[in-house]
């Protein structure tokens, strides 16, 4: 079932060791086929070196295990919660990368500084409140959703495709699951030169808005005019 978009969960997920952005079994990638409203994602606690397409764990929206021998993901309440909010997401990733998890540890948001942060992110990295005493002993990962769709309110998920959870790590997402772990990348690069800037210069301000929306518009706006047209 889902044979293709296993295959893809599967691969993103590699994709993650291959770009060195998690160690031993850290992180997970889903994926979602709209359609039919099941998520495929990496099973719980299984090595990277060992993983397979078959291994791929499918549940639908409600996390009901639709196939699969394994458990899925521990965070896998949080990555539907997710699919239910943001309806034009097609990939999650959530990994512990050095540096972006560096920024949520210190409960700041990433500022974008240049026009490598403004080609892929829309403003700063957000970072979410922190959970309460109340939110942590149950359904403690459903309520990491809930933190980062709260965040969100007023943030556009299509134009921020990245958050930092306090005291956590970071969550990516994108139109399928390579897309997310392309913008876990790109995070991860970004918190590394906002990090190595901001001791270089402390109290730098952020990029001017006429540049950010400059270099994100022609990547990504109705106008946008980087790459080919390969329609």
């Not at 160690?23 to 099941?38: A, E, L, M, T």
């Not at 990090?195 to 946008?224: D, F, M």
């Amino acid at each position: 079932m889902l044979e293709s978009l296993k295959i893809d969960v599967c691969e993103a997920n590699l994709e993650l060791k291959r770009n060195d952005l998690i160690i031993y079994s850290w992180g997970n990638v889903s994926g979602i086929d709209r359609d039919k409203g099941i998520v495929a994602i990496k099973p719980s606690g299984v090595s990277y070196d060992t993983l397979t397409p078959d291994d791929i764990v499918l549940l639908d929206l409600d996390g009901n295990v639709v196939e699969g021998a394994l458990r899925p993901s521990s965070d896998t309440p949080t990555h539907l919660e997710l699919y239910r909010h943001f309806p034009n997401i097609g990939g999650v990733c959530h990994t512990h990368s050095l540096h972006a998890t560096i920024w949520a540890q210190a409960c700041q948001p990433i500022p974008c500084l240049g026009t490598t942060h403004a080609d892929y992110f829309y403003g700063s990295i957000p970072i979410t409140s922190v959970m309460t005493k109340k939110q942590i002993p149950s359904e403690y990962e459903l309520n990491t959703g809930k933190v980062i769709v709260e965040t969100f309110k007023q943030i556009d998920p299509d134009e921020m495709p990245a958050v930092l959870v306090a005291n956590h790590g970071p969550f990516n997402w994108g139109a399928d699951p390579a897309k997310s772990v392309e913008s876990a990348v790109v995070l991860e690069q970004v918190a590394e030169m906002a990090l190595k800037t901001a001791i270089l210069k402390p109290e730098l301000p952020a990029i001017s808005q006429v540049l950010l929306e400059k270099h994100y518009l022609r990547k990504h706006g109705k106008n946008a005019y980087y790459g080919q047209d390969i329609s």
